[in-house]
């Protein structure tokens, strides 16, 4: 439900073995919240059956508000430089606990960065502009753009709705803007070319819109 990373491509890890492994200094704090997903993407770490039932941010079980906010309440804020909702799963397949959850982190936890990794179909999931939700909650939205066009990402995501999921994930990124200081799309480097990179670089110059491209985390 909760693990802990101390640096970039660092292993996740419970706290008692992130203590050990780095016992001063600051990390993040990966949350997760459900299993549950509207992609069934080619790269998946879900897909790793053992992997994910080894890690401790698969969930037996959906966790209740009140079981993930005393996880929460447990946690050594000290040490933490920022809260990321996230994966195994799509946090926004839960919206109302997660936006509850980030409200109570900004409220116990005032000042404390928030981020929600995503793949952006929180609006076809839902019927209606979701992006608002996160006003005053939410600092930054990483928004997975996979691929240069409607077909590629498709064929990548296998998205529950089809071809449409690509611009609806665009244009929840643009809303996105109006609410979310920080909005970043990602592409996986090892996943797609330069060219296929060059491309998504185009479109999001063209949306104003900043994309990341991440390494891939085959372990
Ligand atoms: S969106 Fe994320 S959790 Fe869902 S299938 Fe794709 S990689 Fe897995």
Same mark, same amino acid.
Not at 83 to 107: A, I, N, S
């Given at each position: 439900?909760?693990?802990?990373?101390? *640096?970039? /491509?660092?292993?996740?890890?419970?706290?008692?073995?992130? +203590?050990?492994?780095?016992?001063? $200094?600051?990390?993040?704090?990966?949350?997760?919240?459900?299993?549950?997903?509207?992609?069934?993407?080619?790269?998946?770490?879900?897909? =790793?059956?053992?992997?994910?039932?080894?890690?401790?941010? !698969?969930?037996?079980?959906?966790?209740?508000?009140?079981?993930?906010?005393?996880?929460?309440?447990?946690?050594? !804020?000290?040490?933490?430089?920022?809260?990321?909702?996230?994966?195994? $799963?799509?946090?926004? =397949?839960?919206?109302?606990?997660?936006?509850?959850?980030?409200?109570?982190?900004?409220?116990?936890?005032? &000042? =404390?960065?928030?981020?929600?990794?995503?793949? /952006?179909? &929180?609006?076809?999931?839902? &019927?209606?502009? %979701?992006?608002?939700?996160?006003?005053? %909650? +939410?600092?930054? %939205?990483?928004?997975?753009?996979?691929?240069?066009?409607?077909?590629?990402?498709?064929?990548?995501?296998?998205?529950?709705? $089809?071809?449409?999921?690509?611009?609806? =994930?665009?244009?929840?990124?643009? *809303?996105?803007?109006?609410?979310?200081? *920080?909005?970043?799309?990602?592409?996986?480097?090892?996943?797609? /070319?330069?060219?296929?990179?060059?491309?998504?670089?185009?479109?999001?110059?063209?949306?104003?819109?900043?994309?990341?491209?991440?390494?891939?985390?085959?372990?």
């Amino acid at each position: 439900m909760l693990v802990y990373a101390t *640096h970039k /491509g660092g292993r996740y890890l419970s706290l008692p073995d992130s +203590l050990q492994e780095q016992p001063d $200094g600051l990390r993040n704090l990966y949350v997760n919240i459900t299993n549950e997903c509207n992609c069934a993407c080619t790269f998946c770490l879900r897909n =790793m059956k053992k992997m994910a039932e080894e890690s401790s941010l !698969w969930l037996k079980k959906r966790p209740t508000v009140a079981e993930l906010k005393k996880a929460l309440d447990e946690v050594p !804020w000290e040490y933490i430089k920022e809260v990321v909702f996230c994966g195994f $799963g799509e946090p926004t =397949m839960q919206l109302d606990t997660l936006t509850e959850l980030l409200r109570y982190v900004k409220e116990t936890q005032p &000042g =404390m960065p928030t981020r929600l990794n995503t793949n /952006g179909l &929180g609006e076809l999931e839902y &019927g209606r502009e %979701i992006a608002a939700d996160f006003k005053g %909650i +939410l600092d930054t %939205i990483s928004i997975s753009l996979n691929a240069s066009n409607a077909e590629r990402y498709y064929e990548l995501t296998r998205a529950k709705y $089809g071809l449409q999921s690509y611009e609806a =994930m665009l244009d929840f990124a643009e *809303h996105s803007k109006k609410y979310v200081p *920080h909005v970043v799309l990602t592409i996986v480097d090892k996943v797609e /070319g330069p060219d296929e990179i060059a491309r998504c670089r185009e479109i999001c110059a063209q949306r104003n819109l900043t994309l990341r491209v991440r390494e891939y985390e085959d372990s």
